[in-house]
């Protein structure tokens, strides 16, 4: 399965997603802003920085079933929602 994820602002333009957890999730995340953003997951511990007008590919292969949180860690973004979900069935 492929997703994408855009920053745009202060924000994910798309904030879920689902897949099983016998897959792996593609995502490429998109940065269209002058400003770096990064794409978290802590309970993976994935952590990538997402350069201003980047777009950086990675994989998600969750060890279980529920709800993963993903985040932009760069101070201030998150509490402006910069958040999002990934369904794990």
């Not at 985040?71 to 990934?86: D, K, N, S, W, Y």
Request: glycine share 8%; with cysteine; charged share 20%.
């Amino acid at each position: 399965d492929l997703g994408a994820r855009r920053a745009e602002g202060t924000k994910f333009l798309t904030t879920s997603n689902s897949m099983s957890s016998s897959d792996v999730l593609g995502l490429f995340v998109e940065n269209r802003d002058s400003s770096a953003h990064s794409f978290d997951i802590d309970a993976l511990d994935i952590h990538v920085q997402v350069p201003a007008g980047a777009t950086v590919a990675l994989a998600v292969k969750p060890a279980r079933a529920g709800p993963i949180e993903f985040t932009c860690a760069i101070p201030g973004h998150r509490e402006a929602g910069m958040v999002g979900t990934i369904d794990v069935r």
